[in-house]
């Protein structure tokens, strides 16, 4: 996958979250920090049912448009669901586990402009 087409799947895949309302949907550039992906999406389900029907409607809305995930994990739980596609990592979290993780604060750059807040009007 080159350059722009991972650009255009982090907004597909935020905008696929958004449409079942994710909430605080946060998109990491960590390319430069780790070798697993270039971005991590972050976003928030408002039960662990919402997770698990975040996790499973991006996966097959993904597969629609033709981008099938390498793997996933958690989505049973609902606690903490991780969809991976390959540049782009997916972490779907319930309130408890985002605030107990806080991935924003751990692989934020110092001045913060790795980290972007997705937007419906993008």
Known sequence: MNAQEVENLKYQIAQVLDEKNAIDIKILKVGEMTIVADYFIICTGKSNQHVKALA???IEKMEELGVTALRSDGIRDGKWAVVDYGSIMV???????????????????????????YKKDE
């Open 56 to 58: 499973d409607n991006l």
């Open 91 to 117: 972490h779907i979290f319930n309130d408890e586990t985002r605030l107990f993780y806080c991935l924003e604060k751990l692989w934020t750059n110092e001045e913060g402009t790795n980290l972007e807040t």
